[in-house]
């Protein structure tokens, strides 16, 4: 049988509570003769500064990378003062991963705002305007350096085109790739931008490939939600379109994220450490869920993946059993217990 080394960062809030409803369903498709995992679980985020002083060691980033994958739950990066490093921000750049991909689509059975939305945003996650390079300029002025790379945006352009690929053979429909940008005022950073992501779009001459402003594209993405397809992004305006997405879908409480590189990958909810639920075991797991069949399509277990992705689909369209970021009343536990269920009853 084959055996996955999966590093656990539980991190903080909910994170820890979501972890532990996909270690559920890891260990119920073990159980029903797939993969075995083995888990490397590290305290990371915000708790641990508390104990320690720091919040992403640097043993933690030593086990990432021995790992086959790693799997995040939240973390709290907010009340980290500089000092106590920076561990989302530290671990992208630590394996390297460039681009996170964010699917977000209309689910049978979930109300949303769109009636038909089916994209990803592919975005850069290691520089741009969370480069962190921050400095006074003095009382009264504080700057930001917006960081653009031609290494790191083709990466990420390459993901957005690896992603396009992947959906048109998967639909049979042509694909389109979305370039995000404001290059009339970042003229430098922007246009090199987006000179990186057109010298990846000529290696695929099979995809459509097209520019928007980032203000008409969010606006596009809110009137024309079923337009979009893959939305490729620098790192501000990507974090913010990603979530326009989800919210335009079925809420953060689905979305899931793969940040994959070329020699490690990570997966995570998009959604943060919800403060205002944590202990109360009522967070919604299916966004963390759906990131382990993310992470079990990257490792190459594509049938452990449409199994966790279909039981996850077929509780949500069933109805019965959700959270109430859904509308319904079911704990954390409640949720995961139907989605194993639908997956036992799978043959
Ligand atoms: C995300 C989150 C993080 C980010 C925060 C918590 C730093 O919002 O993954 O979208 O923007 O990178
Ligand atoms: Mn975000």
């Not at 945006?153 to 042509?174: C, D, L, N, Y």
């Not at 001459?205 to 928007?212: A, F, G, L, M, V």
């Not at 019965?320 to 995961?336: H, K, P, Q």
Request: hydrophobic letters at 45%.
């Amino acid at each position: 049988m084959t055996n996955y080394a999966i590093c656990v960062l539980p991190g903080d809030g909910i994170g820890p509570e979501v972890i532990n409803c996909a270690r559920r369903v890891l260990d119920t498709l073990t159980a029903r003769g797939g993969p075995g995992f083995t888990y490397d679980v590290h305290k990371a985020g915000y708790d641990l500064f508390l104990e320690t002083g720091h919040s992403m060691p640097d043993n933690v980033l030593v086990a990432a990378k021995a790992a086959d994958a790693v799997l995040l739950g939240a973390m709290d990066v907010a009340q980290i003062p500089p000092q106590g490093g920076d561990p989302l921000g530290g671990l992208r750049i630590g394996l390297e991963v460039s681009a996170s991909v964010r699917p977000s689509r209309t689910i049978p059975g979930i109300p949303s705002p769109a009636a038909d939305i089916d994209c990803v945003v592919v975005r850069e996650v290691t520089e741009g305007l969370y480069s962190r390079d921050e400095y006074m300029g003095d009382d009264d002025s504080a700057y930001a350096v917006r960081v653009i790379t031609r290494d790191a945006s083709t990466k990420t352009a390459r993901m957005a085109f690896a992603q396009a690929i992947a959906r048109q053979q998967a639909s049979g429909k042509p694909a389109r790739v979305t370039a995000v940008h404001k290059v009339g005022v970042l003229k430098l950073s922007d246009g090199l931008f987006l000179e990186a992501c057109a010298a990846v779009a000529e290696e695929f001459p099979d995809i459509e490939y097209e520019t928007r402003n980032i203000d008409a594209c969010a606006m596009e993405m809110v009137r024309e939600p079923g337009e979009f397809d893959v939305i490729l992004a620098t790192n501000a305006f990507g974090d913010i379109l990603s979530d326009v997405a989800a919210g335009l879908a079925a809420g953060l409480g689905l979305a899931a994220s793969a940040c994959i590189g070329d020699r490690w990958a990570y997966f995570e909810p998009v959604h943060g450490t919800a403060p205002d639920i944590a202990g109360k075991g009522i967070a919604n797991p299916c966004a963390t869920i759906l990131s382990v069949a993310m992470m079990l399509r990257y490792l190459g277990e594509d049938l452990g993946a449409d199994a966790v992705e279909h039981a996850v689909n077929a509780v949500l369209a069933d109805g019965a059993v959700r959270t109430g970021d859904l509308g319904g009343s079911a704990t954390s536990a409640e949720m995961t217990d139907a989605i194993l269920g639908q997956l036992n009853a799978q043959q």
